[in-house]
């Protein structure tokens, strides 16, 4: 890093680095646990009761999830607590909750929504404010 601007190289190590790490939030179930989770410790029964995950499906997550280090275990007796153990995903989910589930949310969504298509250039489909962002790709310039 130069003055504060990342290389090409280590803007790529970073993209690389972030994409595997949200990868870890693309499942509803997956962003439904964590959320669960980033309010308080919870209980493995807890978690189970609230989220009606099935056992298997709920230890298959959670293994993953402390694999990636995200979150951490507490035992006591024979119950198992889970808690955030990466400081990036507190700020995600704070982040995903203020942009998604407060009141405000609905109505800036709902604004978004309300804006007029324009025409996309290729092949007449309607385009969507945004939507070229969706598919774009970056790639190094040779």
Do not use: H, N
Not at 11 to 32: G, I, V
Not at 106 to 133: H, L, N, V
């Amino acid at each position: 890093m130069i003055g504060g601007i990342l290389s090409f190289e280590e803007m790529q190590e970073k993209a690389s680095e972030a994409a595997e790490f949200m990868r870890l939030f693309s499942t509803p179930s997956r962003l439904m646990l964590l959320c669960y989770i980033a309010q308080t410790e919870r209980s493995v029964s807890e978690i189970q009761s609230v989220l009606r995950f099935k056992q298997p499906a709920l230890s298959q997550q959670l293994a993953e999830l402390r694999q990636a280090r995200l979150v951490e275990t507490r035992r006591q007796s024979r119950q198992v607590y889970y808690s955030i153990a990466d400081s990036r995903v507190s700020m995600v989910m704070d982040l995903l909750m203020r942009l998604f589930c407060e009141a405000g949310a609905k109505t800036q969504r709902a604004a978004i929504s309300a804006r007029a298509p324009a025409q996309s250039r290729g092949g007449g489909a309607i385009a969507f404010p945004g939507e070229m962002a969706w598919w774009a790709r970056l790639e190094p310039w040779e």
